[in-house]
């Protein structure tokens, strides 16, 4: 039978037709004239099965977006080293696995704290909740919330309301793990972060221990290098110290003033050999000049000196009368003499 649906009722639809899908159609059945054929004129198509679950995705999806539970403000930020990791997922199963296999691989001092959740059917809402809930009074620092790869009716938990609410209400940081990378659920946006698997959640959630180890190594020589460049600095003001304390002590100021004095004494050492110097150079000019002026030399280049009886210089012949006692001094001895007679250079004055 075919299917008609005119332009006026099409506008109620919330999808977009596309072969394949399985829907239901109301409306009404009426003969088509022209054919004589009856066919199903639609006013009203909605999707059936996963298509009825998409479109339930969609409308929650869009409600709680402008409610602001996706806005990035609420987002909690997943701490870089944890001790406690919570895990809401199946105690069976591949997710499990991958999650403790990479935590032990990563940073085998994590604890892990499992909360065996139903992950598919009816249970599965109230399960994942009081998964979170108990997790959260634990105390844990960064939670999984999870599972496996399905179809979008086995990871239909995931796009409850409930399931949104409690990850929103949660004062724990959550990683949502749900399916494969293509896979998207409601706990996806709701969640402080989206892993695309299980195992990347915990790559997200544990610090690689080799990581912290390199990082500690880096603080330590970072330490080291700065400890080293204090300890020289203040070696250098403790020298100084050290110094100044000499210099001001009374035994370094001694011996400053020891020092000083030895250093005046070689100055007025050399002081005195210089003035020393000058004044034998000056004796020895003297010396020279007295040679020149000594009565001695005069004796040994045949002058004579002549005396009275009074022991004076006789000069002049008026200094001396007739009859006096002389004495005349010469190179190898005196000669006395006695006047009897004086003559002027112009002619004899006396007989």
Request: with cysteine; proline share 3%; charged share 25%.
């Amino acid at each position: 039978m075919n299917c008609v649906m005119f332009s006026g009722n099409r506008a109620g639809l919330s999808f977009r037709l596309e072969e394949g899908q399985q829907v239901v159609c109301a409306g009404t059945v009426d003969v088509y004239e022209r054919d004589g054929k009856y066919q199903l004129y639609a006013k009203q198509i909605t999707l059936d099965g996963a298509g009825v679950l998409y479109e339930k995705f969609e409308r929650l999806k869009r409600e709680l977006e402008e409610c602001g539970m996706f806005d990035a403000q609420y987002k909690q930020p997943i701490p870089k080293y944890i001790r406690t990791l919570g895990v809401v997922t199946a105690q069976t199963g591949a997710a499990v696995r991958d999650i403790l296999q990479i935590t032990n691989r990563r940073n085998p001092y994590v604890q892990v704290i499992l909360y065996p959740a139903i992950v598919q059917g009816d249970q599965a809402v109230p399960s994942i909740v009081r998964g979170i809930k108990l997790l959260e009074q634990k105390g844990v620092d960064v939670m999984i919330v999870g599972r496996g790869g399905g179809s979008i009716e086995d990871l239909w938990a995931f796009n409850e309301r409930e399931v949104a609410h409690a990850i929103f209400d949660c004062s724990i940081p959550i990683i949502s793990a749900v399916g494969h990378e293509t896979d998207t659920t409601i706990a996806d946006f709701v969640s402080d972060l989206r892993a695309p698997t299980p195992s990347a959640a915990a790559e997200l959630a544990v610090c690689d221990i080799r990581e912290i180890l390199r990082e500690i190594d880096g603080y330590r020589e970072s330490l080291f290098d700065d400890m080293t460049g204090v300890i020289r600095d203040k070696k250098k003001v403790l020298e100084s110290f050290e110094k100044n304390l000499r210099l001001l002590s009374p035994e370094g100021r001694l011996k400053s003033h020891r020092m000083a004095a030895i250093n005046y004494e070689e100055k007025l050492e050399q002081v005195w050999q210089s003035v020393f110097k000058n004044k034998k150079h000056t004796l020895a000019i003297y010396i020279e000049r007295l040679k020149g002026l000594s009565p001695l030399d005069k004796l040994s280049s045949g002058f004579s000196y002549v005396m009275d009886e009074n022991g004076k210089n006789v000069k002049s012949i008026y200094q001396a009368n007739v009859g006096d006692m002389l004495t005349v001094k010469m190179k190898d001895g005196d000669l006395f003499a006695k006047v009897t007679g004086t003559e002027s250079v112009g002619g004899r004055d006396e007989a």
